[in-house]
């Protein structure tokens, strides 16, 4: 009678040698070349390749080696390279090092969304880009996106447009205890900077625009770098907003030194990586006040013993005080 063999039947062979684990050895790459990421896209990288001295050797493509596969590679990402890095047409390198950053710029869906967006590293300055009118100034955007230049040691830096359409004294008010520099940047006819103030803030430096969509961000990046051509769009008459011309990162460099990445238009900056007293430190106007608040105070319009708002109304945040009072608790709501 034929034995009918079960599940627990099954005895595996014993493997002589062993288990053998995977090694734990990585190749050595210190033939690799460093490299600046300047665009990312559908998995392909564009680098700028720089010698030991620092210069600059050309441009190529590379995808992430196995093991980074998990890693988010940004523009101004620095890089270590192997493989084919002729850049020649057709050819791929391969990325196999991040080096450490020493900024990171993140975002957040939403408030309460646990998953982070990276989206430039290794920045020393953020425009923040608005516009005096059409489209009007996001205040809430502005306020968000210096609490994350705040959170990553990253120097705010607002960028006015438009100010022929209305003059930006509303801005300049609104933000004057702030702490944060304000420089307009007008364009002649041909599309040119009238004022160098702009230009002269971000040479010599890693630098990221940020700003809602028709604000004039690709306008500036095509004025800063001439040979930038960046898509720029209307604002449409119904909704006030503007739509997405550009639809990746990209780093140009800048005449003089530095490199300047421009970023899609934002409609939304979530913050849910940023703490509350992270929160509260970015706005400066109103810091000194919370010292005075009961012990545990949340700083909210219904909290007990809150003396933000006497604060605001004796003056001491300065005229734009209210707003940027109210900005602060919708931040602060969201945090929870």
């Known amino acids: 009678m034929a034995r009918i063999y079960r599940d627990e039947d099954y005895r595996p062979r014993p493997n002589k040698r062993g288990s053998r684990p995977r090694t734990k050895n990585r190749p050595n790459h210190d033939a690799a070349l460093d490299g600046l990421v300047t665009a990312v ?7 700028v390749l720089a010698d030991r001295s620092g210069s600059f050797l050309g441009d190529v493509t590379a995808v992430r080696a196995s093991h980074l596969r998990k890693d988010a590679v940004v523009p101004g990402d620095i890089v270590k390279l192997v493989g084919d890095t002729s850049g020649k047409r057709g050819s ?7 080096s450490d950053r020493r900024t990171l710029l993140r975002r957040s869906a939403d408030d309460t969304d646990p998953s982070e967006r990276v989206i430039v590293a290794n920045i ?6 608005t516009a005096t009118e059409d489209p009007e100034p996001s205040y809430g955007l502005i306020d968000r996106a210096l609490a994350a230049a705040f959170d990553a040691g990253i120097a705010p830096l607002l960028i006015v447009t438009k100010t022929d359409l209305k003059p930006a004294d509303d801005i300049i008010e609104r933000f004057s205890l702030s702490g944060v520099e304000i420089v307009s940047s007008g364009l002649d006819p041909e599309g040119r900077l009238t004022d160098a103030t702009v230009f002269d803030r971000l040479r010599g430096r890693m630098s990221v625009l940020i700003g809602h969509s028709g604000v004039g961000k690709s306008t500036l990046m095509n004025a800063l770098v001439p040979r930038a051509e960046r898509a720029t769009g209307h604002v449409n008459d119904v909704t006030g907003r503007g739509r997405h011309t550009s639809s990746s990162a990209i780093g140009l460099r800048l005449e003089g030194g530095g490199w ?33 608040c009961a012990r545990g105070c949340t700083h909210l319009a219904d909290a007990p013993g809150c003396r933000l708002d006497a604060w605001v109304a004796a003056g001491h945040a300065g005229p734009g005080g209210v707003s940027r009072l109210e900005s602060l608790r919708r931040l602060l709501l969201g945090a929870g």
Do not use: K, N, Q, W
Not at 41 to 47: A, I, K, W
Not at 92 to 98: C, K, N
């Open 124 to 129: 020393d300055v953020m425009g923040i880009v």
């Open 41 to 47: 896209d559908r998995g392909r990288y564009r680098v």
């Open 260 to 292: 300047l990445v421009d970023t899609p238009g934002v409609r939304s900056f979530g913050l849910a990586h940023v703490d509350r007293e992270t929160l509260i430190s970015a706005f400066p106007e109103l810091v000194e006040a919370t010292a005075e």
């Open 92 to 98: 791929l390198a391969r990325l196999v090092e991040i």
